[in-house]
């Protein structure tokens, strides 16, 4: 393809070419229909299963009613314009164009009558329905959700904000995949700064292909190592994404997938959920209070309660409930890592499970797994109530991502406080403050902000459900 790029402008020659180039023979499923008409001969390059078969026979019918005189114009631009009805179709002279528009859905018209081709954008994806997904439901507001169609995607969100600057900025991204990438903003409202930084990350991608998606994209746009913590923000809800472009924020929409990443990020974002914004100021800030109440509780809870067991003098009398009479023959910390994997290890096997016994299997698998551990001896009744209500209180955070990342942090302080007592947990909370400090974010933002650097007005907006200004 790099040696012969454009068209020649002779029929025969060219058809014979894209022939070997989409390997017509070769694949069942990519066909070059013969047609003639105004005396000349002509083929449609399309995949079947991608073009719309009522807007391709109105086209074919209308072409073969054309006269020599009508379809005899000097380019395929000038018969686009001038016989093409269809509202999306333009010429196309080189290979590599054309080969990349018929894999992707296009249909490619080449004739006699002129030089180059046509190609229609008559294209249509399966697609499922934009039902409310699973995992980002809202007591109220609205059941529509992103699909895995790029396309319908940001029909969604132009449906929502009805103004010329919010733009959708195209890319593509993979050389054997050509992905389709999809930069949303707000003209006037996004740092030009960050959407350059961001741009340039993304042109800069040199991969084969995108075979996961965003996390694809994701991984290739910032190495996090060893680091848990989450570096996207990540909505199949609409209104969610919409909202967050009217805010500043830029969003990148990946072909096949349904997910939306939402940038920059800092950690303090992860607080907000979507039932926020749908009760009134006060409910939705009592609600965000108790989601960040519980990410601590989350971290530290069997930390500081293992740390304390361990030193009975630091208890005050009111709280000598919380030590272990019989810590049986496994040791704490090893029982608080043990039911931590079980709990990994349920959830693992109730997505395996078919979605009519996996609620089920969940609850009484927990119910008898934690009752003979603690029959035969493996583990004591404390741990099996402390862990599984950090357990719970990990799925009130909205980012499945940051729940584990915290996961993750809580195993690890509890192993340091098991080798080196209380100079273990300072030095684990050392190490996280100096990790979520360190962060790197895509297009370098602030992990930390609006704390670092500092903005009032924004820090409060995060922490509280504000009402809205006037005028907003």
Not at 87 to 101: L, M
Not at 366 to 383: C, K, R, S, Y
Not at 439 to 467: C, D, E, M, Q
């Amino acid at each position: 393809m790099k040696e012969k790029t454009r068209l020649s402008g002779e029929f025969a020659r060219d058809k014979a070419q894209l022939e070997k180039l989409l390997r017509v023979e070769e694949s069942f499923d990519i066909l070059a229909r013969p047609m003639q008409f105004a005396g000349k001969e002509a083929v449609l390059f399309y995949v079947n299963g991608f073009a719309k078969d009522g807007i391709m026979e109105k086209i074919m019918a209308f072409l073969l009613k054309l006269t020599p005189e009508q379809a005899q114009v000097p380019t395929a631009e000038d018969f686009s314009r001038r016989n093409i009805s269809y509202i999306e179709a333009a010429g196309a002279t080189d290979f590599e164009t054309i080969v990349t528009s018929v894999l992707s859905g296009k249909v490619c018209l080449l004739s006699g009558c002129f030089q180059y081709a046509v190609l229609i954008e008559a294209r249509e994806y399966p697609a499922r329905s934009v039902q409310e997904p699973d995992d980002d439901r809202a007591l109220r507001g609205a059941r529509d959700s992103f699909v895995e169609t790029i396309v319908c995607n940001t029909a969604l969100i132009r449906r929502r904000i009805r103004d010329p600057h919010l733009t959708m900025e195209s890319h593509t991204v993979g050389r054997a995949s050509r992905t389709d990438v999809v930069l949303c903003y707000m003209k006037g409202r996004v740092d030009e700064k960050y959407l350059k930084k961001l741009r340039s990350q993304v042109d800069s991608i040199d991969t084969d292909a995108l075979t996961l998606g965003q996390e694809s994209l994701a991984e290739r746009l910032v190495r996090s190592g060893l680091n848990p913590f989450p570096r996207f923000r990540y909505t199949e809800r609409p209104d969610v994404a919409a909202a967050s472009v009217l805010e500043g924020s830029v969003l990148m929409l990946v072909d096949n997938s349904p997910a939306v990443m939402i940038l920059p990020v800092s950690i303090f974002q992860y607080t907000q959920d979507i039932n926020d914004f749908y009760f009134p100021p006060v409910v939705g800030s009592y609600l965000r209070l108790i989601r960040i109440a519980t990410m601590f509780v989350t971290l530290f809870f069997t930390p500081v309660w293992y740390l304390l067991i361990r030193h009975p003098d630091m208890l005050p009398a009111p709280l000598h409930f919380l030590m272990v009479e019989n810590p049986g023959p496994i040791p704490i910390f090893l029982q608080m890592l043990l039911v931590e994997i079980v709990l990994d290890s349920l959830k693992l096997a109730s997505l395996n499970t078919p979605n009519s016994l996996s609620q089920s299997f969940s609850v009484i698998g927990g119910l008898i797994l934690g009752d003979f551990a603690i029959q035969v001896g493996w583990m004591t009744p404390e741990i099996v109530l402390y862990m599984a209500f950090v357990s719970i209180s990990n799925f009130a955070q909205p980012s499945f991502e940051l729940g584990y990342a915290l996961k993750l942090w809580r195993m690890l302080l509890v192993i340091l406080i098991a080798i080196a007592d209380i100079w273990g947990f300072l030095f684990g909370l050392a190490l996280l403050i100096f990790t979520i400090c360190t962060t790197k974010t895509v297009g370098g933002h602030s992990y930390l902000y609006p704390l670092i650097p500092f903005n009032g007005r924004a820090f409060l907006r995060l922490i509280l459900r504000l009402p809205e200004r006037h005028g907003q």
